[in-house]
């Protein structure tokens, strides 16, 4: 360790910034390398505080942003080379996860800079050294991490305003009838007449319906209103308890059920899926949309134009966000999310989020807090934007649920951008391919790392 | 003979206040089509026509989603405890709804009952509410239910009411309204009609017979399928105040507070056994339902609802009191409306 | 026999009775395949990795499986019949106890909570997760889940990493004790 002379040293000299490093390394090789750096009296500065665990694979994400929030000025995450990890594949599931999360911290207006991943092995003493001497420099030059989750000053937000429209709030619900209605209509009585199914999951006048009797068919409508996402409703308990059900699905919402199924969540077998051809909601997201067809579905109703949308246009709505610069980023988020009132909709129409208890009910740790504070709130939209890193299918349900407007589908597109740029990986667009978190590729990206 | 105000003036008013420090606060134009409640930096932002009402709720400003109630510190003495400052600042909330002025003095019961919640208090004094009659109304809207109208004067300090061309007259209700507007009104020959509200959409009695008596009802399960369980209509209502009390930080300091809590998360009455004596969606509606309108006016003669609609227009799957309500009553009476 | 001295820079000229040569090794084609589907690790060469080069020469990273001989690096016949002693003698060992001991750093699932996506099972390196149903005493089936196998863990801590509800923990490296370490840092 070097002695580095320290403000309390000396009374009278004002006192210089000390930068806070956190070094989150495997125990296998970055421990040992810098355990190496020290017993051949390598010096390097003492601004460093280590955890040691046991491989980066045990690193999530939470853990990244909780160093920050405790005041840390620079984080490194440092592990071995890939190929040596000690647990054989550790390393290749946490540089996939880096990728990703690295994207989505870009999106939000976190400092890059800040944020340090390199391979160290138990050999290279020296590297150790440098990287810790290298950072520390860096993150003095930089000044300490003020603009973490601050906001411009009050009421000024609104100049960042960068979201394209959709406010649908207010539109009346009784819109013009598409065709299909009648088709459909006729599908599900004859299902539930011949008891193929106990229970319709469809839309309604004014919102879903669940229809048991055939001659409650009337109940049931198909127009430009149809917004909501219903496959939510087949991991609800009480819908559960109604039987077999038929689902009313667009293209978009049938991503989900590709996405559930290879979860283990719900068994195809055990439901009967009616497509319906979508000729487009008028949301944000159908400018871009390629599953107007449903392609899965027992029984598809309509017809419509499918068309191919260009990559490009799937990510129009992010560039505006992305053209900022880091801070306004930033201070963009933070004044969206002083309005989050943590009411959770956006969880809960989310039929991705079925976790029974969701990370941020758990404490012992306390990782996620539940108040509605700049904290609080960034610390959830990261949790929930990560969780749903290759497997958010963008029917933007959270976006149309919240109640303070605030446009969480740009967190969303943003990994989705990530997945499909790196990984070439659309969820829910083909049952076979392999999952993105909890797989990897020996040639995932590493141009980041050091 | 009637006090009016131009459209113009009251800006200046609001720009007035905002200069002397006062936190003001109405509804803004956060994005395209959201108009929310939020506080104003400059009086350009109050919006004051083109919408029905803002989508959350004024209670924010004197209860709001996360208060601290003290701190603490670890030291090796001991444990020390740091009182919160309490809001010092006076605020005025221009341009309230009606059915958001009037949740406060209902809301002032449940807070002053059996223990004088001095933090809902304090706010509650240094509050002055200025609000502007509806002119229009849509389809979620029911004050005219629960026994208010669009120019309800419950709850409010100043009423506004449109006159045309810009100007409303300014019907003072309380001292607070009086020095607010000291002064700054012209005497007038208008007078303005008062608008008319939505029809009544229920009997509210008809509910609360009901509810008495039909807890067990297959209505409940068959009903609320759709409600996911989310907090969109309890944060957003003016009248909801369940709260859930959080001890936040770590080994060496941390604080107390309070933050909003929603009858419908599943979590809400679940026992630290395990038990949930409301295990499900349906027995959570229900007990919104009669907690609005059965037992909170058992306990304290009010109906713990405005009719305000919110609840409706944010529920993700169009459900809110409104939806529900209206089925039961139709149901219970045997009437198809 | 000549050849060059490296330290003076100067050619050497030796005259020997005998000259013996030791020919380069490299190991065998598709150790590599081999040692991934025994969850092995290898340098670049490939190598096998012991755990430790002078404390465990002779375990590997998964426990149960181990090296010895030209596999491991280049050596001659008495040094890997010496290894392969060691390294019999290490099977007979584990063999010999009444019980399989193993580091206390295993991974669990809390079964209330877990949502049985399986991403754990998945990203396990050493296929320990598997799916479990939990029924009630008289059968009725009452949720899935994922289980460790206690006796494959080795505890790296991936699942945790990966668990959405984090329902999986990690023995001796608990998010408790991560979040606390963390907090008192700064």
């Known amino acids: 360790m070097s002695d580095k002379p320290t403000e309390a040293a000396a009374c009278d000299r004002p006192a210089e910034f000390e930068p806070k490093i956190v070094a989150f390394v495997c125990n296998w090789c970055t421990y040992l390398g810098a355990d190496l750096a020290g017993t051949t009296r390598l010096e390097y500065p003492s601004n460093v505080r280590i955890i040691r665990l046991p491989c980066t694979g045990r690193i999530d994400f939470n853990l990244i942003i909780k160093a920050f929030e405790i005041g840390a000025d620079s984080v490194l995450v440092s592990g071995c080379h890939p ?238 966000l992305l053209a900022l610069p880091d801070a306004d980023r930033m201070s963009y988020w933070a004044t969206e999310f002083e309005r989050c009132v943590k009411c959770y909709a956006c969880r809960q129409v989310c039929p991705m989020c079925y976790c029974e208890r969701c990370l941020v009910e758990k404490n012992r740790p306390t990782e996620i807090e539940p108040s509605a504070t700049a904290k609080g709130n960034f610390a959830w939209h990261i949790l929930r934007a990560f969780h749903l890193a290759g497997r958010c299918v963008g029917c933007d349900e959270c976006t149309r649920a919240c109640p303070a407007g605030i446009d969480l589908r740009l967190l969303n597109l943003s990994l989705a951008k990530a997945a499909e740029e790196h990984f070439g990986y659309r969820a829910g667009m083909d049952p076979k391919a392999e999952e993105l978190i909890g797989a990897y590729s020996l040639q995932d990206k590493e141009n980041f790392i050091r | 003979m009637s006090a009016t105000i131009s459209q113009a003036a009251l800006r200046e008013l609001v720009g007035g206040l905002i200069a002397q420090g006062k936190r003001v606060a109405g509804p803004c134009e956060v994005k395209p ?141 309380t001292g607070k309204g009086k020095s607010l507007f000291d002064g700054k009104l012209q005497a007038s020959e208008r007078v303005a009609s008062l608008p008319s509200g939505p029809e009544k959409r229920f009997e509210a009695a008809v509910v609360r017979a009901f509810v008495k008596e039909n807890l067990e009802s297959p209505f409940w399960p068959a009903q609320t399928l759709a409600c996911l369980g989310c907090g969109a209509c309890a944060y957003t209502c003016p009248t909801c105040h369940c709260f859930d009390i959080v001890d936040e930080g770590n080994i060496e300091r941390g604080v107390r507070a309070r933050n909003w809590d929603s009858c419908q998360f599943a979590l809400f009455t679940l026992h630290a056994s395990g038990h949930n004596p409301r295990p499900n969606q349906p027995s959570r509606q229900r007990q919104r339902i009669d907690h609005k309108f059965r037992i909170y006016p058992e306990k304290f003669g009010e109906i713990l609802c405005t009719g305000c609609g919110n609840c409706a227009r944010n529920c993700p799957v169009g459900m809110g009191v409104l939806r529900v309500v209206a089925t039961l009553e139709s149901s219970a009476s045997g009437s198809a409306r | 026999m000549r050849g060059a001295d490296t330290l003076s820079g100067g050619p050497v000229t030796i005259e020997a009775d005998m000259v013996v040569l030791a020919a380069a090794m490299r190991p065998a084609d598709g150790v590599e395949q081999l040692a991934q589907k025994f969850n092995v690790g290898y340098d670049e060469y490939g190598f096998l990795l012991e755990s430790h080069p002078k404390l465990r020469p002779v375990e590997t990273a998964s426990a149960g499986v181990y090296i010895c001989g030209a596999c491991q690096a280049p050596k001659d016949i008495p040094e890997s019949v010496a290894q392969a002693s060691a390294a019999a003698s290490k099977v007979l060992i584990t063999f010999s106890a009444s019980e399989l001991t193993r580091e206390p750093e295993i991974a669990k699932i809390n079964e209330d909570t877990c949502a049985a996506c399986f991403t754990c099972l998945h990203a396990c390196p050493y296929h320990a997760i598997e799916q479990a149903e939990i029924r009630t005493p008289r059968g009725v089936f009452v949720k899935r889940t994922a289980r460790v196998n206690p006796g494959l863990c080795m505890g790296c801590g991936t699942c945790v990493a990966v668990c959405p509800s984090k329902s999986a923990d990690l023995e001796g490296f608990t998010e408790q004790e991560i979040y606390s370490m963390v907090e008192s840092l700064v």
């Open chain 2, 33 to 173: 089509g959201c108009v929310l409640y939020a506080p104003l930096v400059s009086s350009a932002q109050l919006v004051l026509e083109g919408f029905i009402r803002p989508a959350n709720s004024l209670k924010e400003f004197i209860f709001p989603k996360h208060e601290e109630l003290y701190g603490y510190r670890i030291t090796g003495q001991g444990i020390e405890l740091t009182e919160v400052e309490p809001l010092r600042a006076e605020q005025v909330l221009i341009a309230a709804r009606p059915c958001d002025a009037a949740a406060l003095p209902i809301l002032d019961r449940v807070f002053n009952w059996d223990y004088k919640d001095e933090l809902y208090n304090s706010r509650r004094q240094l509050t002055t509410i200025v609000t502007l009659a509806c002119a229009a109304h849509d389809d979620a809207c029911f004050c005219t239910s629960v026994g208010l109208g669009p120019a309800a004067e419950r709850g409010s300090d100043a009423l506004l009411l449109e006159l045309g061309g810009g100007e409303y007259e300014v019907r003072c209700l």
């Open chain 1, 83 to 320: 190929g040596d990890c000690h647990y054989t594949s550790g390393n290749y599931h946490a540089r996939r996860r880096w990728i990703l999360f690295r994207e989505l911290l870009g999106a939000l207006g976190f400092d890059l800079g800040r944020v340090y991943f390199t391979w160290i092995s138990a050999a290279e003493g020296h590297k150790w050294q440098e990287v810790v001497k290298e950072i520390t420099e860096k993150t003095r030059q930089m000044g300490p991490y003020t603009s973490l989750y601050q906001s411009p000053s009050a009421g000024v937000g609104a100049t960042l305003v960068v979201a394209p429209e959709g406010g649908h709030k207010g539109r009346p619900y009784d819109a013009g009838v598409w065709g299909g209605e009648a088709e459909l209509r006729e599908a599900c009585r004859r299902l539930l007449e011949e008891g193929k199914v106990k229970v319709v999951i469809g839309y309604g006048k004014r919102g879903p319906v669940f229809v048991t009797r055939p001659e409650d068919v009337e109940q049931l409508v198909w127009n430009d209103r149809c917004l909501a996402n219903l496959t939510v409703y087949l991991k609800r308990k009480e819908i559960r308890a109604l039987g077999r059900p038929a689902i009313v699905v667009k293209g978009c919402d049938e991503r989900a059920l590709v996405v559930l199924e290879k979860e283990s969540q719900i068994d195809r077998k055990e439901m009967h899926v009616l497509g319906m051809a979508c000729q487009g909601l008028g949301e944000a997201k159908c400018e871009s949309c390629d599953v107007h067809m449903p392609r899965f579905a027992d029984e598809v109703i309509g017809e419509a134009d499918q068309h191919p949308a260009e990559t490009g246009e799937r990510w129009k709505s992010l560039q505006a």
